[in-house]
């Protein structure tokens, strides 16, 4: 398990709060498969494509509107909450200065479920449950006909697993959790704009191998988030450092800017600008979804370098936290995105 800094232990007045919780636990989370997920977006890429010059095309891409249009689409992509998650009303719970907690899971992972659901539970956190796109049932070549995958990343997908680049490279599970980070970012926008949250609103999203770290809570999540600049769009409380020069990019104590180095989205903070800005950034896809989101040098593929272009990230406007407040669990869990398992 990689290592964490120790955050200092939360208040007894933080850990104390009124949380009511089930005890029930599933022998399997329920969910939705991919198959409707995958018909919902394959559909409304086709549907996309016959109108490319009318606005921006990732937002169209997965039928999102502009504020005062309705969305529908929750017959065809549900969220669901946990058997033991927080049921009491919003203004009782902790955590209120979250909006909407989701968790990406796959519905074959109980067991990972099983994992985050326990740190859910010992946190007082209520969470929705996402199932997730399952890369291993998707047609690729339809979704770069309809739009969501570049054709030209088809080739560097085709290659055997010994010749694509380790995290870079598109795989079948990249796709699945692009496409599942694309849902929820899709959810936060339909629910911004109807009224059920609002600009500035939060949301916490967390994939099913994230590890808190030990003290996480409440109160320290809002203490480091405090120290962002107010221009944020999107919070990385972990991550990797790549290339090593996130030093460089230091904005605040504790916060450093995104950039073409940082990866992973095992969690993170996003409100409805910054969902906007990962959906038209992620679009089509050439590389997995964290490469897209922090290095904007290959957004359009492998292209020449330009002049004055910078390495920190301009669009979403992105922040990590440094030293991190969670971890990817690698030793509890083998990976079902990349094509080998981590270093």
């Not at 929750?74 to 909006?99: D, F, G, I």
């Not at 926008?189 to 994230?210: H, K, Y």
């Amino acid at each position: 398990m990689a290592c964490l800094p120790r955050i200092p232990a939360a208040p007894a007045s933080i850990s104390a709060q009124r949380c009511t919780a089930g005890s029930a636990r599933s022998s399997r989370p329920a969910g939705l498969g991919s198959e409707a997920p995958l018909r919902l977006i394959s559909g409304l890429g086709a549907a996309w494509l016959c109108s490319s010059r009318a606005g921006p095309l990732a937002l169209r891409l997965l039928g999102c509107r502009g504020p005062g249009r309705s969305v529908k689409w929750r017959s065809a992509m549900q969220v669901h909450a946990p058997a033991r998650a927080v049921s009491t009303a919003s203004s009782t719970l902790p955590w209120r200065s979250l909006e909407r907690v989701y968790c990406v899971n796959l519905d074959r992972r109980p067991e990972r479920w099983n994992f985050m659901q326990d740190q859910f539970e010992q946190l007082q956190m209520p969470v929705q449950r996402f199932s997730a796109v399952d890369g291993r049932t998707l047609d690729v070549p339809h979704l770069a006909d309809v739009g969501l995958i570049a054709k030209e990343a088809l080739p560097r997908y085709y290659l055997p697993n010994e010749q694509k680049l380790f995290g870079t490279d598109l795989t079948d599970g990249g796709i699945g959790c692009a496409l599942s980070h694309m849902m929820i970012w899709r959810d936060i926008i339909a629910r911004c704009n109807s009224g059920a949250a609002t600009s500035s609103s939060m949301f916490l999203v967390l994939e099913d191998d994230c590890q808190f770290g030990d003290g996480f809570s409440e109160e320290v999540l809002g203490e480091r988030l405090r120290q962002v600049p107010p221009d944020w769009e999107m919070i990385y409380l972990g991550g990797q450092d790549l290339m090593h020069r996130q030093h460089l990019y230091e904005v605040a104590p504790g916060v450093r800017r995104l950039y073409k180095g940082f990866r992973e989205t095992t969690a993170y903070v996003i409100n409805e600008a910054g969902a906007k800005a990962c959906l038209e950034v992620c679009v089509p896809m050439h590389w997995q979804v964290d490469t897209h989101i922090n290095d904007e040098s290959l957004r359009e593929g492998l292209r020449p370098r330009r002049e004055g272009e910078q390495e920190y990230t301009m669009r979403p406007r992105g922040y990590c936290l440094w030293p991190p407040i969670v971890a990817q669990s690698r030793d509890r869990f083998k990976t079902d995105v990349q094509k080998v398992e981590h270093d």
